[in-house]
């Protein structure tokens, strides 16, 4: 029977309930579970691993060391633009650490962490297969290629005025529906 749990923040449990219980009796269902919550909630903070902890009857223990094993899962709540840098053989050749380094000074971020305004999340990775682009970042489904650390900033600007852009059209409708438009 699933027990009654103290929440604190804010999330979504209502969605966390549901999603638990279309999934808990299926094989394999704890990694289902931590998947399509993080799909819901954007990532696996503490909070929501012990909600799932005493919601199924599961240690936390087991799982906090299934969120962290698999690399798909994050505790961090990520920017709304992730952006990958190809550390690649053939993108390190041709200038990948210049690259993360002028992302690193444009956004005053490190490797791994997100920007105070949750705008971007800075990760690396493997080859991601468009070697002849190198050296190349991904920004979210986006791949730029053969940067060069100049063209970090004005790229960066695209994503933060579509930001604004959506930010401005969003506030504008939500007007438009006061005004009954
Ligand atoms: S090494 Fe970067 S895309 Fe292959």
Redesign the pocket.
Known sequence: MEQEVQVKENFDYKKIDEIIKKYKKDDGMLIRILQRTQEAVGYLPLEIQSYISEKLGIPISTINGVVTFYSLFTQEQQGQYTIGV???????V?G?QEVVDAIRDELQIDVGETTMDKLFTLKT????????????ITINENVH?RLSPADVPSILYKYIKTHKKTRVEESLSKVGDKNGA
């Open positions: 190809c550390m690649g053989t053939a993108c390190y041709k990948a990775s493997r080859c991601i297969g468009a070697c002849g682009l190198a050296p190349v290629g």
